[in-house]
């Protein structure tokens, strides 16, 4: 009998915590950041960080017990829209408006252009590598073309591929064998293999849609790619393989990017721009890197 309800009392504890999966919550209330509410990431000590909180042109931050600042005030006429950290904890910033990748100094806050070139259209997201290599989406929204750039840790940016539709959402694969990228508006994921010198080669067809729009991604530990569906109000996860295995609903449709945090990497952090807001999950696996 013992054993019974001892098994009971673990079952009915799995359930209740798978239960809790995949259940969008409010982390900021709506209308805490402008509609360009995007690019959430999290730094080691488990502070998140968002662009654009309050208005245009910031960078916020939330630290682990819920309370939310401006972190960061950019020069006049940069707007970020991605956040990475590279390996020595600096903060980059793809800069859509100033059409540069800028680099904040955490400890000072200081703001540098880190890379420029003529040649950007607008630095729409970023993905980076442990060895601090920078790829960067650049789109041209207006001509529905786009463009992927390599930035070495010096800052020199390598075209790498061309002649692409609205290139967006970007992400590594655990293994950094893999760059995935997504064309928000002509509604493709792409795949390509990354060569030990940093070129790209055997661009394949990871997934497409047949309706509604995507933004950022971002790659679990075991090489799930997580993909924010914009207008559609999920979360879409897909295998290694390109299977879709779920879909997890938020509470806005405005979807623009995701990122992994917590103490054991299984929070995900979603920014919605029509709520301007902050939503979280947990979810069953961690997050790259963690």
Not at 25 to 52: Q, W
Not at 82 to 100: E, K
Not at 221 to 226: A, D, M, S, W
Request: hydrophobic share 35%.
């Amino acid at each position: 009998m013992k054993k019974i309800l001892t098994l009971l009392i673990a079952t009915t504890f799995l359930a209740c915590t798978s239960a809790r999966r995949f259940v969008a919550t409010d982390l900021t209330p709506e209308n805490s950041f402008s509609e360009n509410c995007e690019g959430p990431n999290v730094d080691k000590a488990g502070n998140l960080y968002v662009v654009n909180y309050q208005r245009d042109g910031t960078v916020g931050i939330v630290t682990p017990e819920g309370k939310a600042s401006v972190f960061v005030e950019l020069p006049a006429g940069s707007t970020a829209n991605a956040i990475r950290f590279d390996s020595r904890g600096d903060m980059l910033l793809a800069d859509f408006t100033g059409h540069n990748v800028l680099k904040i100094n955490m400890p000072t806050k200081k703001t540098s252009v880190f890379c420029h070139d003529s040649r950007f259209n607008q630095p729409n997201d970023l993905c980076i590598s442990k060895k601090d290599i920078v790829f960067a989406s650049d789109p041209n929204w207006k001509a529905s073309t786009g463009q992927l750039w390599r930035i070495g840790p010096d800052g020199k940016a390598t075209l790498v591929a061309a002649d692409m539709g609205n290139t967006n959402g970007i992400e590594l694969s655990p293994d950094e064998r893999t760059l995935f990228v997504n064309e928000s508006v002509q509604l493709n994921i792409w795949a390509f293999d990354i060569t030990p010198d940093g070129t790209l080669s055997n661009k394949r067809l990871f997934t497409h849609f047949d309706d509604f729009g995507m933004d950022g991604m971002k790659c679990d530990r075991t090489g799930n790619l997580y993909v924010a569906r914009y207008g559609k109000g999920v979360v879409a996860v897909f295998s290694p393989e390109g299977k879709l295995l779920r879909e997890i609903k938020v509470k806005g449709k405005k979807t623009s990017n995701l990122a992994f945090g917590g103490k054991d990497g299984k929070t995900v952090f979603v920014t919605l721009q029509d709520r301007k807001c902050v939503e979280t999950f947990r979810n069953d696996v961690a997050g790259k890197g963690f």
